[in-house]
Nanobody, 129 residues
Framework: QVQPVESGGGSVQTGGSLRLSCVVSGYSYSNYCMGWFRKAPGKEREGVAG???????VYEDSVKGRFTISRDNVKETLYLDINTAKPEDTAMYYCAADFSFSLCSRNIAAIEAADFGYWGQGTQVTVSS
């Protein structure tokens, strides 16, 4: 199917903002689940934020109040707005998506990285002091 494509990564100072984008097109809007994951050197890959076609949204505890995940169906793009960036946000960020009913009918918070069928190549975010 469609290969997710991320963009928007780069360097930002502590307290700054970035908008990450992920174009995911060619799928049914009736059923989907999508999310952002990140991997920092020496740390395990972790889920950052996720949403589904039912309107559910979930955030990792450390980014609550600072990150916002959203979906623009017209532009077929998933966004991650990073605000009040911290050095610990430095990581490679990956966009993931799936469209199967069996997976996306589950609680978005319970869906693990390995469950998603489609992944982007990643975009680097570096937050400096």
């Amino acid at each position: 199917q469609v290969q997710p494509v991320e963009s928007g990564g780069g360097s930002v100072q502590t307290g700054g903002s970035l908008r990450l984008s992920c174009v995911v097109s060619g799928y049914s809007y009736s059923n989907y689940c999508m999310g952002w994951f990140r991997k920092a050197p020496g740390k395990e890959r972790e889920g950052v934020a996720g949403l589904d076609s039912k309107g559910n949204i979930v955030y990792e505890d450390s980014v609550k109040g600072r990150f916002t995940i959203s979906r623009d169906n017209v532009k077929e793009t998933l966004y991650l707005d990073i605000n009040t960036a911290k050095p610990e946000d430095t990581a490679m960020y990956y966009c993931a998506a799936d469209f199967s009913f069996s997976l996306c009918s589950r609680n978005i918070a319970a869906i693990e990285a390995a469950d998603f069928g489609y992944w982007g190549q990643g975009t680097q975010v570096t937050v400096s002091s």
